[in-house]
T-cell receptor, first 116, second 111 residues
Framework: NAGVTQTPKFRVLKTGQSMTLLCAQD?????MYWYRQDPGMGLRLIHY???????AKGEVPDGYNVSRLKKQNFLLGLESAAPSQTSVYFC???????????????FGQGTRLTVV | SQQGEEDPQALSIQEGENATMNCSYK?????LQWYRQNSGRGLVHLIL?????REKHSGRLRVTLDTSKKSSSLLITASRAADTASYFC???????????FGKGITLSVRP
């Protein structure tokens, strides 16, 4: 079982370039999340999805777009990268509501993105 | 803004001692979760406590939740050098399905 897989693991972009980060999960989870982690800031929620075809904004959505065309994939796009988007990006997934008050999240290993 | 705030920001203890970490939050929650992150790795779930629970145990972990004070604590007993990591609390608010994290606590366990 692969769990949550993020690609790529590392990337260097020039300012203004675009790219897409892919998150894939094989656990049939309904909820998926994108976070960024910066020193001293912890994890901040960028966007999330509660099911195929749905997306919602998190705490820091500006400069990012997402899509969830298939249940197992959650894509994070940067249309015009800026140095402020240099960060480590984490994807997570979790099972949806099943009559219990929530379930734990499973994380990918992260994507280290540098924008120069 | 981030919902959970951990305290202290950093903790250094000797192997064998207990480590206590605290988390405070601002809104109503469905559950509160604790995660661990080793350097350069993704987060790993440790324990989840629901809003109607007050205490939960898992191995050397003990978590408490006080919804009246909007706070939780994580206790790691008989710490080991391998417990050295960053620890995060996460707040799940069922109304909007967000799972938000605090800034984390850096725990160093000296051999």
């Amino acid at each position: 079982n692969a769990g949550v897989t993020q690609t790529p693991k590392f990337r260097v972009l020039k300012t203004g370039q675009s790219m897409t980060l892919l998150c894939a999960q094989d656990m049939n989870h309904e909820y998926m999340y994108w976070y960024r982690q910066d020193p001293g800031m912890g994890l901040r929620l960028i966007h999330y999805s509660v099911g195929e075809g749905t997306t919602a904004k998190g705490e820091v959505p500006d400069g990012y777009n997402v899509s969830r065309l298939k249940k197992q994939n959650f894509l994070l796009g940067l249309e015009s990268a800026a140095p402020s988007q240099t960060s480590v990006y984490f994807c997570a997934s979790r099972l949806g509501w099943r009559g219990r008050a929530g379930t734990e999240a499973f994380f990918g290993q992260g994507t280290r993105l540098t924008v120069v | 803004s981030q919902q959970g705030e951990e305290d202290p920001q950093a903790l250094s203890i000797q192997e064998g001692e207990n480590a206590t970490m605290n988390c405070s939050y601002k809104t109503s929650i469905n559950n509160l979760q604790w995660y661990r992150q080793n350097s350069g790795r993704g987060l790993v779930h440790l324990i989840l406590i629901r809003s109607n629970e007050r205490e939960k145990h898992s191995g050397r972990l003990r978590v408490t939740l006080d919804t009246s004070k909007k706070s939780s604590s994580l206790l790691i007993t008989a710490s080991r050098a391998a417990d050295t990591a960053s620890y995060f609390c996460a707040i799940y608010t069922g109304a909007n399905s967000k799972l938000t994290f605090g800034k984390g606590i850096t725990l160093s366990v000296r051999p």
